[in-house]
């Protein structure tokens, strides 16, 4: 069966829409990892939303979270929309911690530092 | 969709705290942390992370399918139906470190459970908010949390009308383990906040066998 119906308007959410684009880059999305922007331009695929989240994220990185919530995207829409962003070169995904293995619990350390950085905040 | 990002207004006052111009992270390379700052609806979750957020607090809705049976029962209406849940969210910049520190409120109905599995993904631990008015609300909670394996504090939001219990009193009737920190503190008050969360700093540190 084809699904070519070229001068149709889309009547689905365009993140519904991304069918056939689906990446594994997405499970890798979590809420925090940063989406900043390569400086390589959208490509004639990439869909309205996709270009909105291009265009916010020109002016700097923010999370998945605060990329989903500016755009007004549900988060496993915007997974969906940066993974292939990610994957087509236009978006760098950061990790939330470098360091640290993602399945990893937090270390020691790294609660020590928050710890401190809360007193100093007083 | 086709809302402009600054259209969000609703469930916020008419102040200046509202998601218009976004407040990008910094440049330079830093780490992003979380900690959950769960409870029942209307125990001040997102006053709390309004009074500590450096950002106008955001939200991100989650559509959630679920099965109708068990919840709210409608006759005749089995099928699954889509709930639509506001998570807020905010962060801080952490002093003399590059952490930046979010805090994500987190319903505590145990339907809601399709959403705990991403929002605690990676969180440092958990911050229970308590109501002396309606302590019971707040076990589902500490259920949650627990079985996600997430340490946690508890801080009794203070409300004015609310009883005040001894706080020996209070922890027998929360049944909380004798390690579990819990504090009183006022969510609109920024001091008062941040010592709940560093009561719950101290005691991951604790608990991750390291001495604070």
């Known amino acids: 069966m084809s699904r070519r119906e070229p001068a149709r308007r889309r009547m689905v959410p365009s993140y519904l829409a991304a069918q056939g684009t689906e990446s594994p880059t997405r499970h890798s999305l979590q809420s925090l990892t940063a989406l900043r922007a390569t400086g390589l331009p959208a490509q004639p695929h990439h869909i309205p939303g996709q270009l909105r989240m291009l265009t916010l994220l020109e002016g700097g990185a923010l999370s998945v979270s605060e990329t989903a919530a500016y755009l007004d995207l549900p988060v496993s829409a915007c997974r969906l929309l940066a993974a292939q962003l990610i994957d087509d070169g236009c978006l760098r995904a950061e990790v939330p911690l470098p360091d640290a293995h993602p399945a990893a619990r937090p270390s020691p350390d790294l609660l020590k530092e928050v710890l401190s950085g809360l007193l100093a905040l007083k | 969709m086709g809302s402009s990002p600054s259209s969000r207004l609703d469930g916020l006052p008419s ?97 809601f459970l399709p959403l705990w599995e991403d929002i605690a993904a990676g969180a440092l631990g958990a911050l229970v908010l308590a109501d002396t008015r309606r302590l ?77």
């Open chain 2, 15 to 111: 102040s200046a705290a509202l998601p218009g111009t976004p407040v990008y992270l910094p440049d330079s390379s830093h780490r992003r942390v979380k900690v959950l700052v769960a409870g029942p609806l209307g125990i001040g979750k997102t006053t709390f992370i309004r009074t500590l957020s450096e950002i106008p607090t955001l939200h991100t809705d989650e559509v959630m399918t679920e099965a109708a049976a068990g919840a709210d029962s409608l006759d005749g209406l089995r099928d699954k139906t889509t709930t639509t849940v506001a998570i807020d969210f905010g962060r801080l910049s952490l002093a003399r470190t590059d952490i930046v520190l979010y805090l994500y409120g987190t319903p505590g109905q145990r339907r």
């Open chain 2, 136 to 212: 019971d609300d707040s076990f589902e909670v500490m259920d949650l949390i627990e079985e996600r394996g997430l340490d946690y504090a508890v801080a009794v939001n203070h409300f004015s009308d609310a009883p005040v219990y001894d706080l020996e009193v209070l922890r027998s009737k929360l049944d909380l383990a004798d390690e579990t920190p819990m504090v009183v503190c006022d969510a609109r008050d920024r001091g008062s906040s941040l010592d709940a969360l560093i009561a719950l700093s101290a005691h991951l540190v604790s608990r991750a066998g390291g001495t604070p």
